[in-house]
């Protein structure tokens, strides 16, 4: 059973910070990119970041600088580190692996960003 668990979400104000996780099984890190994606209200999901098992990262224009993708040493858990956040990142966020994603399988329920004062 694949399952992808996220938590760290939360209300924040414009120009703060926070950190997602994401917790999924052993055998999905080491054999698979991960990444983050989000949705907003009334849009489509996008793709934020990537992080290849052998540490290569990519991010969406709009949040170069400002977020950073990370695995922890055990490679189990996923991570996003969001810096100088703004009203227009909030959404949804979720994590999964792109083949899964292109499939539409395994979402979980994600983690709430609200970015508001």
């Known amino acids: 059973q694949v399952q992808f668990v996220e938590s760290g979400g939360g209300l924040v104000q414009p120009g703060g910070s926070l950190r997602l996780s994401c917790a999924t099984s052993?055998?999905?890190?080491?054999?698979?990119?991960m990444g983050w994606y989000r949705q907003a209200p009334g849009k489509q999901r996008e793709l934020v970041a990537l992080i290849t098992s052998g540490g290569t990262t990519n991010y969406v224009d709009s949040v170069k600088g400002r977020f950073t993708i990370s695995t922890d040493n055990a490679k189990n858990t996923l991570y996003l580190q969001m810096n100088s956040l703004k009203s227009e990142d909030t959404a949804v966020y979720y994590c999964?692996?792109?083949?899964?994603?292109?499939?539409?399988?395994?979402w979980g329920q994600g983690t709430q960003v609200t970015v508001s004062s």
């Open positions: 999964n692996t792109p083949p899964f994603a292109a499939l539409g399988r395994y």
């Open positions: 052993g055998r999905i890190f080491s054999m698979s990119t």
